[in-house]
């Protein structure tokens, strides 16, 4: 209809009601309007400002009110609005959702302690993370962030923490039916935000990362526990890890774990971080070894591959001044694990078995395309951290 009409005032109150059906919760019209919303934007990306316009005015600011006058997370209403949102994604969709920091923080911290309905504000709170600026700005005054009871940063790691120990608990079930319904994207999305807050540089936040609770596992021990967890190990087993033991939704949350782990020892002065990641005696050589295995198992797992791949080169990065033997014998297991994979020349190489086999297991075509019109977002991934690694 949009693509019938030619002038631009009426494919504004096209856009516009499309985006007032969005609240519109039977049979799945709401996220309809909201994934078309979505597609419009990515197709025509000089929109995004106007639908997002849009959705501050029709759906964002009416949430913060809403849940401002009730503080119901409950509401049905507060509920339409976060469900509504959670489907919608773009460049600066993050920075559009700063006027409800507070509210979101609120909300999340409520949902995920009452271990209840938290799969849409998981998805919504990682990409209000995803604006750097969201995570810099002071917030309110006496609001959510600055509570002096319990600060709400440490309240969120926490939570992410409870969120995640939900979700994988999944994997430990007794009931197959548990194992094979779990997905891992609230999982996913609580990684990507903690990613995002490390990333950020900032202090207060960096801080709660690195000095999680006194008396409780540091936060990095906690991450470790879930790699081991993604191929069935339990804390303390000492087995090879295996890649076949991996799933889908495994996969995934296993390169976001890598990525955590990277984003933590990538940290300004966090020296003695790293050291005590991968040479401590909690975990001494683990992160290692379920790394190497990644990169050297001959199975094809492209998206775990990319994020031992970035892992790699962070520990590379962190060691290459280390001239005593401890630091030089961890620069060589990555060196050899890399070297167990194919050259990574052809891996580099569109033409050769490697690059076809990655294509395949990505669900590529028959026919891999030529390198300018290469856009599968995982071979990318892949392609993008050897070329790091190479340079």
Same mark, same amino acid.
């Given at each position: %209809?949009?693509?019938?009409?030619?002038?631009?005032?009426?494919?504004?109150?096209?856009?516009?009601?499309?985006?007032?059906?969005?609240?519109?919760?039977?049979?799945?019209?709401?996220?309809?309007?909201?994934?078309?919303?979505?597609?419009?934007?990515?197709?025509?990306?000089?929109? &995004?400002?106007?639908?997002?316009?849009?959705?501050?005015?029709?759906?964002?600011?009416?949430?913060?009110?809403e849940y401002g006058t009730s503080r119901d997370h409950r509401s049905e209403r507060v509920f339409s609005?976060?469900?509504?949102?959670?489907?919608?994604?773009?460049?600066?969709?993050? #920075?559009?959702?700063?006027?409800?920091?507070? &509210?979101?923080?609120?909300?999340?911290?409520?949902?995920?302690?009452?271990?209840?309905?938290?799969?849409?504000?998981?998805?919504?709170?990682?990409?209000?993370?995803?604006?750097?600026?969201?995570?810099?700005?002071?917030?309110?005054?006496?609001?959510?962030?600055?509570?002096?009871?319990?600060?709400?940063?440490?309240?969120?790691?926490?939570?992410?923490?409870?969120?995640?120990?939900?979700?994988?608990?999944?994997?430990?079930?007794?009931?197959?039916? /548990?194992?094979?319904?779990? &997905?891992?994207?609230?999982?996913? #999305?609580?990684?990507?935000?903690?990613?995002?807050?490390?990333?950020?540089?900032?202090?207060?936040?960096?801080?709660?990362?690195?000095?999680?609770?006194?008396?409780?596992? #540091?936060f990095y021990m906690r991450i470790m526990q879930k790699i081991m967890l993604m191929f069935g190990h339990?804390?303390?087993?000492?087995?090879?890890?295996?890649?076949?033991?991996?799933?889908?939704?495994?996969?995934?949350?296993?390169?976001?774990?890598? /990525?955590?782990?990277?984003?933590?020892?990538?940290?300004?002065?966090?020296?003695?971080?790293?050291?005590?990641?991968?040479?401590?005696?909690?975990?001494?050589?683990?992160?290692?070894?379920?790394?190497?295995?990644?990169? &050297?198992?001959?199975?094809?797992?492209?998206?775990?591959?990319?994020? #031992?791949?970035?892992?790699?080169?962070?520990?590379?990065?962190?060691?290459?001044?280390?001239?005593?033997?401890?630091?030089?014998?961890?620069?060589?297991?990555?060196?050899?694990?890399?070297?167990?994979?194919?050259?990574?020349?052809?891996?580099?190489?569109?033409?050769?078995?490697?690059?076809?086999?990655?294509?395949?297991?990505?669900?590529?075509?028959?026919?891999?395309?030529?390198?300018?019109?290469?856009?599968?977002?995982?071979? %990318?991934?892949?392609?993008?951290?050897?070329?790091? %690694?190479?340079?």
């Open positions: %209809l949009a693509q019938k009409v030619t002038g631009p005032n009426q494919k504004i109150l096209i856009y516009r009601a499309v985006a007032k059906m969005s609240v519109i919760p039977e049979h799945g019209i709401g996220e309809e309007c909201m994934k078309l919303l979505r597609n419009l934007t990515e197709l025509n990306p000089s929109l &995004e400002e106007t639908v997002i316009g849009m959705l501050q005015e029709l759906i964002i600011y009416p949430l913060k009110h609005y976060v469900r509504i949102l959670s489907n919608f994604d773009s460049p600066k969709f993050g #920075a559009a959702l700063k006027p409800i920091t507070e &509210e979101l923080g609120e909300m999340y911290c409520k949902m995920v302690l009452e271990a209840t309905d938290y799969t849409y504000i998981a998805l919504l709170i990682e990409k209000w993370s995803s604006s750097v600026e969201n995570l810099k700005d002071e917030p309110q005054v006496a609001g959510f962030f600055t509570s002096s009871n319990w600060p709400g940063y440490y309240e969120i790691l926490a939570m992410m923490l409870q969120l995640i120990d939900l979700e994988t608990a999944k994997l430990q079930s007794s009931d197959q039916k /548990d194992i094979d319904a779990f &997905e891992g994207y609230e999982v996913v #999305a609580t990684l990507n935000m903690a990613i995002n807050m490390l990333r950020s540089s900032e202090h207060k936040i960096v801080k709660v990362f690195v000095a999680w609770s006194p008396g409780k596992p #540091a339990n804390k303390k087993a000492d087995a090879r890890p295996s890649i076949k033991t991996l799933t889908d939704a495994t996969e995934r949350i296993l390169a976001k774990l890598y /990525d955590v782990m990277g984003a933590l020892m990538e940290l300004p002065d966090s020296g003695s971080l790293v050291q005590e990641i991968i040479e401590g005696h909690d975990f001494r050589g683990q992160l290692m070894k379920y790394m190497n295995c990644v990169l &050297e198992d001959d199975d094809h797992r492209p998206i775990a591959m990319a994020g #031992a791949l970035r892992l790699a080169l962070v520990i590379l990065k962190s060691y290459q001044h280390r001239e005593d033997p401890p630091g030089e014998a961890i620069s060589s297991q990555v060196i050899t694990a890399l070297n167990e994979m194919r050259s990574l020349v052809d891996c580099l190489s569109m033409k050769g078995p490697t690059f076809d086999n990655l294509w395949q297991v990505c669900g590529g075509d028959e026919v891999p395309p030529r390198p300018r019109e290469l856009t599968h977002p995982v071979v %990318l991934e892949n392609f993008e951290a050897i070329v790091k %690694l190479v340079s």
